[in-house]
């Protein structure tokens, strides 16, 4: 049953506090002055409902700002109010708050509510029930009747771990992955082009310690994009339209930061949760959080930001360059492989930076492991790549590379490694019914994309004196960040003395779990087969790029036996 606790913080803010405890604590102090939280002698062990009201909150958040701001990052990645779109909801201020700003620009538009006029049409919203505690099934079905409250229709997911839950120390990646998965899947099934999620400018600086601390280039201290097309590891798609299966990954509230969040619900009047596990230090990003909430100064956050919007401008340099070179200079093969033309490319007049993420982007693209590539490895494939013709083979990063036959070394062919563990199980899938729905799916992503691509092309960065810090670790990135004064110098003082503290947690982490593995040797192997053996005529999703079909054959040779698949021929890889 759930219980209620009201709390009255130093502003005369009422606070209702609802939460599912076998035994509740009675009292969270409250330590900020916009929003009730606990301290961390009192965390609970389930998720705290906040519910704030205040006639003056009320008055004094101007919403319309908001809704403005939003309105112009939807514009910025293509969106049209008729477009499908799906909302990922845990129910904390972040995605409350998005839900908020979604259905205010939803309804602004000529598209209102559907035909039972319960909901908006064009929106939805997917919460993941984790089931990683006993109380999260209640906790989801609370967020979900609070979102539809909002006249949002909702769909609860829970996760299902065939291979067990996952363990402490992976807990919040696997879950993370986990999510996506599951927030992919529902959009296909759905016919959902675009996928928004509540990350703002808070998360970004978080990620940009994180990843200074382990000491990460440029292109990592860019943090996350503004938008991005993900796959899905499974699909339902019909024929051979199956290139723009895809969706649309939309962070709108980049802009915005976690005190925005407050104010975007209070000034809707809309409750939220608190997740404690939030405020756990057995997790990086919480320590960090943790750490940036002491820096209280504004100059400090908007010097922060200064930074991480100067390496996001340099990484759109980056991905201009490799996305014209792979243009010119990439053939993928129906077999899965790619092949470079090395005197196109002209590697010799290629920037590291540009070359190395070029390197990486195709050899993730035929391995599909998304690890990224550094070191020693990194300089290798720029020495092989830089020497033209090319007369040698060699193994990186899940890859075989050597030289294409026939091409006398001016061609180099990137195949999967014999020994490559592969990334993922193949899963099977059902066609659409209705190709129409189906193609009227896919063109809408298809114009989004085309959208956001018209606007970003008024934001190009045409050279290399425009981007910054180039070729460059976390540690030069700030000093010279410092020399152009981006930042203060007591901002540089504060960012290294965070780098240093989440630095030594990482190195005492590191060495437990070394001490821990020390017995343990060998390389796991992912299996890559389906569970269940295909039949013939069924379809399957294969390493998150191929589309397997098992197709009889009017010719069978007496070497085969009964049960074994007849043909095997892959439709198109991407």
Known sequence: MARGLVLCSQTRTIAKLSFFLPYPKLWFKPHCHHHPCYGPQNIPSARVFCHCVSSQTLNLVDMAKYNEAF?????????????????????????????????????????GFDNSGKFIDGLFAIIVDHGLRSESKDEASLVGNRVSEMGIRCKIVRCDWLNGKPKQGHLQESARDMRYKIFQDVCMQNQISVLLVAHHA??????????????????????????????????????????????????????????????????????????????????????????????????????????????????????????SLIKQSITVMDQGFAVINLKTLNPSKIEDICLSKFITLVLQFVSQRQRPIRGSTSKLLLQYIRTIP?????????????????????????????????PSNAESFHTFSNVEEEHCFSDELEQIIANGKSYSNNNLVTNSSQAQFLDMRSQSVLDEARRLDVISESTHRNIISLQREEVSHFKSKTDEVASGCESKQGTEHIAAFLSEPLLPGQTCYFMNRFIISWKLSKEISSNWFRGEPLSLSYLEGD
């Open 202 to 323: 808070d998360d970004q600086a978080e990620l940009f310690i994180l990843r200074s601390s382990r000491d990460s280039g440029v292109l990592g201290l860019a943090g996350m994009a503004f938008t991005s097309q993900v796959f899905s590891s499974h699909t339902n798609f019909c024929n051979n339209d199956w290139k723009n299966h895809s969706v649309l990954l939309v962070r709108p509230l980049l802009d915005f930061s976690k005190e925005d969040m407050y104010k975007i619900c209070q000034g809707s009047n809309r409750g939220w949760v608190e997740d404690p596990t939030n405020r756990s230090p057995l997790f990086a990003r919480n320590r960090i959080r943790a750490s940036l909430g002491n820096l209280l100064s504004g100059t400090f956050n908007s010097e922060l930001q200064a930074v991480i919007s100067v390496c996001r401008r340099t990484r759109i340099y980056v991905d201009q360059i490799c996305n």
């Open 390 to 422: 090319c007369k040698t083979s060699l193994t990186a990063a899940g890859c075989y590379i050597c030289p294409a036959p026939g091409s006398k070394g001016f061609k180099a062919l990137v195949c999967c490694s014999v020994d490559c563990p592969l």
């Open 71 to 111: 309105s112009r990052r939807m514009a910025m990645a293509g969106i049209k109010h008729h477009n499908r779109i799906a909302l990922g909801v845990s129910g904390g201020p972040d995605s409350m708050a998005l839900c908020v700003l979604a259905a205010s620009w939803k309804t602004e538009g000529l598209y």
